[in-house]
Every structure is written in structure tokens, then in C-alpha cells.
């Protein structure tokens, strides 16, 4: 039986330079956050034969710069809507005047865009009013969880039901220490309950949010000076492998590359990772 693929993923870029995530749909092509210049999303998007044109709409977690800078050509130029809640929206109003497509959602209320089913819930980290999202789809969840200093359980419980998660793993303590570039106050910002989650906290975390459902497990976020790839996927992976979970597949993000294109097919959940040539057949055996 072939299962129609429906929903392609792929981090254009995290860390703590720059977030950006696309999603397709049959109806919808979507981004999570515009970290990065516009002519940078615009390089990332011809990677995976897309371009800034074919986006409906832009979905914030919050109004820091390294999810948002690039707002101002995707919104004045490309006219490209952006949903965000209020206090998000509020405040990038100051800060980046002239911006007029503001959709405003209320957070926990759930929307829809399209056949994505969008559901926001906050999360704890120095910003106005920072949330993550649950994007629900009929052929599977994306859970998008970064930029939170510790989980709460309504946290763990809105994101659980994720088949595919982006799971910040911001720092090694022990690296964040031991650097010598961060003020004292800046460590003490990351290390606090609003500031990142360490290679330890999403370890725990993932046990928690774990679930046969649950497939793929992208880490993102990492800080370019006090994370190494390999530390974050050790922690978490372990943390998978201890809780018995061997059929999730882990992946580190990075902040200069575009992951592989992921495809979530439906009606049963199939998980195949291509080049995005391969898309265009939109079947997984
Ligand atoms: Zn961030
Ligand atoms: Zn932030």
C-alpha cells in the first residue's frame, strides 16, 4: 500500500545565530520563526527548489532577534503574514515600524492555517510572552520546542503528543562555565529558569515527553561556543536509549545548513528522509 506523503520538514537553520524551520503541506507552506536575513531565508529556501513567493504565513515563538530578523523583507516585501500573540506582535511593532501583516493569536487558543492545526502554549525564557508550538496534521504532529529555560508539565503535556520534535540543546554547563567570551551576568541569563535548556535538561525532558508516536528528534538551538553536536546528541540519544526507545531517530541541527528534507506520510505515519528531488513523487512505499 502506498502512503501519500503530506507534510515535508526542514530546519533551514538553528542555533543561537538564527532559527528558521519550513513546513509543507499539500495546502500550506509555512515557516516557524525568521531568524536569519531575508536574503538568507531566500538562499536556504532555492536549496530545497523554494523561494520566498510560495510562503503563506510566518509563525512566532517570540521577538528575539535570532527568530525574527527577518521580518522586515519577508513582511514589507514579500507581504508574507505574520502570526504571532499579542505582547510578540506589540512589541516588534516598536522595534520594527512598518510592519503590516500581523495576524494576531491569543496563546493556548488553538487555529487553523490551512489543514495545519496550530496550537501555542508558553514556555519559560526571558521574553514577552515566548511560546511552543504544536502543529497538528492529519498525517502527523510537529512538536517545535526551543528557547525555554526548564520544562513545565504543561509543557511536557502540550508537546507530548509530537511525532516529529525540535528539541532545544542550548549549552553543556560545563562548557558555558569554562568560556571566557560571556559576562558573568550572561551565563547567569542562559543557566536561569527563563533562559536555555542544557544537553541535560532535554535529556530529561525527552524521557518525559517520549512516546511510541514519537520518531524524530531534531536538536537545535545549540550555542556555537558552548555546545559541541556530538555532546547534545550523546545526552539525548542515551536518554532515548536508556527509556528503552530505539526507533527514534535523533539528528542535530545546524546553524549554516539546511537539514534533508523529512516527510511525514499519511494515512499510517511513515517517516522517510530524501533529498528534496525525490518530494516531487510524493509516495513512500
Ligand atoms: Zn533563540
Ligand atoms: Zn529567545
Redesign the pocket.
Known sequence: MLAVVAVEITILGSG?GG?CTYLETARVKLLVDAGFSGKQIATRLASIGRTLEDIDAVLLTHE?N??TQGLPVLCKRHKIPVFANRLTAELLHEEMPGLETWKIFQTGQPFEIGDVRVESFTVPHDAHDPVGFLLRHDSGNIGIL??LGCTTRLVIERIRPANVLLLETNHDPRLLQDDTARPWSVKQRILSRQGHLSNAAAAEAITQIVHDGLKHVYLG?LSRDCNRPELAYASVAGALQDAGARDVRVEVTSQTDPTPTLMLGAPALTIAQQGHDAVSACVQP
Open positions: 543561537s532559527n528575539h535570532d527568530h526551543t528557547d538551538h
